[in-house]
């Protein structure tokens, strides 16, 4: 039984905008489950739906074995964690993490007690009598995070929980939810544009697009076998190389230059092949079945360097180059695709 089940949702806001376009998604229990997409696809909709906060224009949503589409949101057993953390201003920490006890009919003492239990294991024990505006940005996210735990819910909605943090407290933030969500293992709906926080965390990722889920899949799926060059496009800290190419038998030719397909591939069509910028071997001097160009920009990423060679027939083939080689600007640079990496879309499906 799914923990969470959505069926054929959609929801069309005033004014005709279809923000789901009849979506099936189904969550298992425990899982840590991550929506992914570009900004406006719909996936802040799709978690106020699963919470209750929109009523979908058709469709449903189930709960463990209850559909709950018509349900308020208090009588669903989820709790949300927004972008915002929208906590009460006016109440303290300890206020605010007991809340949800407070809507629950638990007795002032017990809620107390639930409520401090709650905030030592999140480190918050001394800031129980601060208010909201006194906290940091860090500190603030806890305290959502805290009064959803100390709700006991049975699904954890969040909704880029950790999207105002700096880039070293997300860090921290992002290990600290994984941990949480393990030793909970209550099921959780996560909301995030940012790719690398959608592999590092979720079970299981739903790439969505324009109301729709385009890949649902482990993040290893998704980051390796892209069902469309849009998630192709989408996931990876460097975008993948999206080349017109032309399969003939066992070859492709993609900017003048022939190579083999990847194992299993074969046909005669026109293709888009597809090649992540860490799976090219870049060299100064020529290398057979490999794109040539000129060293047009070089990106340094750190502990490697991201080159854009300009091939011809190409909108430029980026390739990761290891530290040390500092490709020249200007210079003539071959670039040699591994033929077990290349993805080939055919009409925008994967071969
Ligand atoms: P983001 O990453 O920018 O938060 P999102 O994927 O969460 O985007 P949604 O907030 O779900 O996207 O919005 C989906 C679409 O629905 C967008 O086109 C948005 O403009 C529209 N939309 C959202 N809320 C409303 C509303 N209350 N009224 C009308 N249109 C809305």
Redesign the pocket.
């Known amino acids: 039984m799914a923990a969470i089940a959505v069926r054929n949702l959609s929801?069309e806001?005033?004014?005709g905008?279809?923000?789901?376009d009849g979506l099936d998604l189904e969550v298992a229990d425990g899982e840590f489950f991550a929506?992914l997409?570009?900004?406006?696809?719909?996936?802040?909709?799709?978690?106020?739906t699963i919470a209750g906060l929109?009523i979908p224009t058709s469709g449903t949503v189930s709960l463990g074995e209850r559909d709950v589409t018509r349900l308020p949101p208090g009588r669903r057993d989820v709790a949300m964690v927004f972008?915002d953390y929208a906590l009460f201003p006016h109440m303290d920490v300890a206020d605010n993490i007991a809340y949800p006890l407070r809507i629950q009919r638990v007795g002032r003492q017990d809620r107390r007690g639930r409520a401090a239990e709650v905030a030592a294991g999140l480190g918050l024990r001394d800031l129980l009598a601060r208010r909201p505006a006194q906290l940091s940005g860090g500190q603030q996210q806890r305290v959502a995070l805290a009064r959803a735990i100390a709700a006991h819910p049975a699904v954890f909605l969040f909704?880029?929980p950790l999207s105002n943090l700096d880039a070293r407290l997300r860090l921290e933030a992002r290990s600290f939810l994984k941990r949480l969500q393990r030793d909970l293992g209550v099921t959780t709906v996560f909301?995030t544009?940012d790719q690398a926080e959608a592999l590092a965390l979720a079970d299981r990722i739903a790439v969505?697009s324009a109301?729709r889920i385009t890949q649902i899949g482990t993040p290893r799926t998704v980051f390796q076998r892209p069902a469309t060059p849009f998630v192709a496009s989408f996931i990876g800290s460097t975008p993948m190389n999206l080349l017109p190419a032309v399969l003939s038998g066992d070859r492709l030719t993609a900017a003048g230059t022939a190579f083999p397909a990847p194992p299993g591939v074969s046909g005669e069509a026109e293709v888009q092949y597809g090649v992540r910028p860490e799976y090219l071997d870049f060299s100064a001097e020529p290398l057979p079945e490999a794109f040539e160009g000129e060293v047009a920009v070089v990106e340094h990423l750190g502990t490697s360097d991201l080159v854009t060679l300009a091939v011809p027939g190409t909108p430029g083939v980026r390739v990761v180059v290891p530290e040390g080689v500092d490709p020249a600007p200007g210079t003539r640079a071959w670039a040699r695709p591994h033929p077990a990496r290349g993805l080939v879309y055919e009409s925008g499906t994967l071969l």
């Open positions: 929801k806001y005033a004014g905008v279809r923000a789901l929506l997409g570009p900004s406006g696809c719909g996936k802040t909709t799709l978690l106020r929109e972008q909704d880029e909301v544009h969505m109301g």
